[in-house]
């Protein structure tokens, strides 16, 4: 089963609005990563926020991150035609010895689109 | 100044056929992966390997080999392909610490007619 789930899994704008997309997971995390990805490109990843933080800002992005709902959310401020892609949610999944050797779970995404 | 490239970028192929994908990355990492993204654009990773070493290798069929030269490179190998591994395939990689970010290929479009 998933471990991310993004919701909505589409979401249309204006450039200018802020786009807030969120992210569900089911097992306990020691943190939580989000990345971008453009149409017909590999990921990128944007920003990554510990499960001992709350918030976490970068540019026009804003993290946040409820461990005891096991949800966090993505807002983009000032949205830009440039902004427009999916976007993803993604946790470490421990092993059975309790590591995860990066082994990351994605959710579907949210396709965002920001009209000029 | 590619960090992780992949070759090549689009692969149609028959049933039946033997295909290779090769990735390489030359950002230093020791940890490399390969995810499947299916039409629903849902990302499986299958391998993982640090240092030449297979780490991680998730339920996948046996026709899929992957081989690791060296820490730099990662490459694919598909045998008796399938309608069913029409997929993009990325190659990543990361350093080997807990949650370490991944940095991604351009992706390889598999089309198996």
């Known amino acids: 089963s998933q471990q991310g789930e993004e919701d909505p899994q589409a979401l249309s704008i204006q450039e200018g609005e802020n786009a807030t997309m969120n992210c569900s997971y089911k097992?306990?995390?020691?943190?939580l990563q989000w990345y971008r990805q453009n149409s017909g490109r590999g990921l990128v990843h944007l920003i990554l926020i510990r499960s001992n933080e709350r918030e976490k800002h970068s540019g026009r992005l804003r993290v946040t991150l409820d461990t005891s709902k096991k949800s966090s959310s993505l807002l983009i401020t000032a949205s830009r035609a440039a902004d427009t892609a999916s976007y993803f949610c993604?946790?470490?999944?421990?092993?059975?010895?309790?590591?995860?050797?990066?082994?990351?779970?994605f959710g579907q995404g949210t396709i965002l689109t920001v009209h000029p | 100044d590619t960090a992780v490239s992949q070759t090549p970028k689009y692969l149609v192929t028959q049933m039946g056929n033997d295909k290779s994908i090769k990735c390489e990355q030359n950002?230093?990492?020791?940890?490399m992966y390969w995810y499947k993204q299916d039409s629903k654009k849902f990302l499986k990773i299958m391998f993982s390997?640090?240092?030449?070493?297979?780490?991680i290798n998730e339920t996948v069929p046996n026709r899929f080999s992957p081989k690791s030269p060296d820490k730099a490179h990662l490459n694919l190998h598909i045998n008796s392909l399938e309608l069913g591994d029409s997929a993009v395939y990325f190659c990543a990689s990361s350093q080997m610490r807990q949650g370490a970010e991944q940095y991604f290929g351009p992706g390889t479009r598999l089309t198996v007619t």
């Open positions: 993604a946790s470490p999944q421990a092993n059975a010895g309790g590591t995860s050797y990066g082994k990351l779970t």
């Open positions: 950002l230093g990492h020791d940890t």
């Open positions: 097992t306990s995390i020691n943190n």
């Open positions: 390997y640090n240092n030449k070493e297979l780490i």
